[in-house]
């Protein structure tokens, strides 16, 4: 079905204001001094637990291949936001997880994101941010394969 500007569909709808949290998040990393993260690395941090993650679970959530993966935390590891440790739960595995400097990133990313949510919330008012919210929560049941 054909849409027209008038009438853009649900997930353009859900991806502008994705991207325009994502491009303030950015904006804020580089101002800070994190200009050398780029957005496949993020993704990459982003499914980062806080006791680290094992590089194959990084790959599958990403949806990359596991070297691709292998590829992209050698970059975060050498600029130093990542580090590799071993799995205390399997002494042949590795987790990677979050340096000082990657929590730091991370920590001013975080901010940035609740500081756009709170914009849209005062944008939509509380009833229409808590029904956005209600909805989002639902298509996620449906959406989210690592939930």
Not at 53 to 71: C, D, I, M, N, Y
């Amino acid at each position: 079905m054909e849409r027209s500007d008038a009438d853009p569909s649900l997930g353009l709808l859900l991806l502008l204001p994705y991207r325009a949290m994502e491009n303030r998040v950015f904006a804020a990393l580089a101002e800070a001094g994190y200009q050398d993260v780029t957005l496949a690395q993020a993704r990459i941090v982003q499914r980062i637990g806080p006791e680290g993650t094992r590089l194959t679970e990084l790959a599958e959530q990403a949806q990359v291949t596991k070297q691709t993966a292998g590829f992209l935390v050698d970059q975060i590891e050498r600029a130093g936001y990542v580090e590799r440790v071993p799995d205390p739960t399997d002494g042949r595995a590795r987790l990677v997880r979050l340096s000082e400097r990657g929590q730091r990133a991370t920590a001013l990313a975080n901010t940035v994101a609740a500081e756009v949510e709170a914009e849209w919330a005062d944008h939509l008012g509380p009833g229409a941010t808590a029904q956005l919210r209600r909805a989002l929560t639902r298509l996620r049941d449906i959406t989210d394969p690592y939930r």
